[in-house]
């Protein structure tokens, strides 16, 4: 009776042991898959980070654009604005530091005191020349710059 109740607890025991280490074997399966999923989704969180960096970088660009492209808007319609309904403008060109404007005008004194002044006093380099048309009127080419710090130095 002896022998058989050691060899009963001798096969509980082997029973406990054959059970832990297939709950080891288990646990460690189970640790290097939490690894792989945390090394997955680290490497998913550095992408992602750095699509959130080249998206802010896209975002500010795009903002920085359309600050550029109200502000043209804008002066576009002040320029218009500013053109009496005596001139006729037949080009304009606009660049960062300069404005081109090609037209017609009934006289000089026309254009000088009604477009003339007042791209004066927003360039600082205004220059225009006229030319007589056959008919009397005077087609004009108004050059105007801002001079920067840049281009004086």
């Known amino acids: ?11 509980i025991l082997f029973g406990f042991d ?9 646990l460690n399966n189970q640790t290097k898959s939490y690894i792989a999923q945390t090394k997955k989704a680290y490497d998913i969180s550095k992408r992602l980070q750095r699509n959130i960096i080249f998206l802010t ?5 795009a903002e920085e654009i359309f600050a550029s492209n109200t502000i043209l808007k804008d002066s576009i319609k002040n320029l218009f604005d500013l053109v009496p309904d005596q001139i006729t403008l037949k080009s304009v060109i606009m660049k960062k530091n300069s404005l081109t404007l090609q037209g017609i005008s009934p006289s000089k004194d026309t254009f000088n005191f009604l477009l003339g002044s007042p791209l004066k006093s927003i360039f600082q380099s205004s220059n225009t020349i006229f030319y007589l048309n056959n008919d009397g009127w005077y087609r004009f080419v108004s050059s105007n710059k801002i001079i920067d710090e840049e281009d004086r130095l």
Do not use: D, P
């Open 18 to 26: 054959l059970l832990i280490k297939l709950k080891i074997h288990s």
């Open 57 to 61: 970088k896209e975002k500010s660009v």
């Open 1 to 11: 009776m002896w022998l058989v109740f050691i060899g009963f607890v001798v096969i």
